[in-house]
């Protein structure tokens, strides 16, 4: 690869509504291109800014990298240059996810997001030299994902700072489930990393505080919901935006939950734009867990609401010079 220090591609804003994917399969356990091209349109249809592949909810653990390559070429075809795809880069070691990142920009990613180091719970210098090594390996810019909820490891403010002068280091997915951490970026950095919601729960919540946008789960299977509220909150209309937002809440539940993928999958059933299927270990879901998270699927469906012109209210963006 022919890539030069400092030489970073800027094709992402980080702002909007960002679907974090998920992987349909078929009956056969393969990949299910048409349904994701089905969804993917869906979602493009009714205005995401981006989107994001092969995370948690995109069961990347079980993909092979022959899969992972094959449905970010897939969805190059499709997004052709309306939008820009964000890889997912997630390994135990440096150098897998140095390769990682490196066929994913040649496979056509526009940015990447990256998290620490997967099983070993490094300390900070340890994690830092990783982003920083991933990092001066690509040209891509880069999405910090800082879930210690899940991954076990903060990406603290203090790491945050010496990870400023690292130019392709571009915005966090913010998943402390702690909201008051925008206001502490937003505090000590001002717009010099994008913040981006990880969690669906607390959307409503960081918008308000200033988050530049929403990497979304349940947007899989209610795309014009998860936008109309973002566009609405960008543009002053809150009361709007809560009234959507709190017919959401029992559907955004789904996602904070350890079997998100099989709840999310079986939700995007409903609503036309997905399957059941899962990858081994995962089972889809049975007998009474699955008529309780059916009943929440198909009340909220019974009581959508009427959603306002969204798409005419112009967010405006903004692109910093980094």
Known sequence: ?????????????????????????????????????????????????GLVLGGSLGEASTLTNEEKKHLLIYAREVVKNRLPIIFNVAEQSTKEAVKCAQNAENDGADGLMLLPPMRYKADERETLEYFKTVASNTSLPIMIYNNPYDYKIEVTLDMFEKLADVLSVQAVKESTRDVSNVTRMKNKFGDRFKILCGVDTLALEELALGADGWIGGLVNAFPAETIAIYRL?????????????????????????????????????QTGLGSEHVRAPRLPIEGEERDRVLAIINDSISSRPKLPDYLNLQVLQHVEGV
Request: charged content about 20%; overall charge negative; proline content about 3%.
């Open 1 to 49: 690869m022919s890539f030069k220090k400092n030489q970073i591609m800027n094709t992402v804003h980080w702002e909007g509504i960002y679907p974090a994917m998920f992987t349909p399969f078929d009956a056969n356990d393969n990949i299910d291109f048409k349904l994701f091209e089905k969804n993917l349109d869906a979602q493009i249809a009714a205005g995401i800014d």
């Open 233 to 269: 909150m960008k543009t002053g209309n809150y009361a709007e935006a809560l009234k959507i937002y709190r017919w959401f809440l029992p559907l955004l539940e789904l996602d904070i939950h350890t079997k998100l993928v099989q709840y999310i999958k079986l939700a995007a059933t």
